[in-house]
């Protein structure tokens, strides 16, 4: 059974720090694209930024770029998203996706194939 686990959410200060897992088990990660995305009260989801299968192509939303970096360990079967200098609209539930994928491109998209059920980030002084 294909199963996506995400942890380290929870409360931060502003310009504070925060490192997402996703733990994968059920299938190999190494076939897959990666992606978080997030989701905010009051507001649809949205891609925060994607890997393709070999962790060397990336893409980041405009809004996190600089500050965000996500990263994978397929030994671990683990995808990270370390988030520095969060700011209040960061704020939300986020969600770790992939997608099994032929090439290395990074795609990512409401279509992927298996989803977790998210970790809040609450971003407030």
């Known amino acids: 059974q294909p199963q996506l686990v995400e942890s380290g959410g929870g409360l931060v200060q502003p310009g504070g720090s925060l490192r997402l897992s996703c733990a994968a088990s059920?299938?190999?990660?190494?076939?897959?694209?990666t992606g978080w995305f997030r989701q905010a009260p009051g507001k649809e989801r949205e891609g925060v930024s994607c890997?393709?299968?070999?962790?060397?192509?990336?893409n980041y939303a405009d809004s996190v770029k600089g500050r965000f970096t996500i990263s994978r360990d397929n030994s671990k079967n683990t995808v990270y998203l370390q988030m520095n200098s969060l700011k209040p609209e960061d704020t939300g539930v986020y969600y770790c996706s992939v997608r099994r994928v032929v090439t290395d491109a990074p795609r990512c998209d409401y279509g992927m194939d298996y989803w977790g059920k998210g970790t809040l980030v609450t971003v407030s002084s």
């Open positions: 059920g299938f190999t990660l190494a076939n897959y694209a």
């Open positions: 890997m393709g299968k070999s962790g060397t192509r990336t």
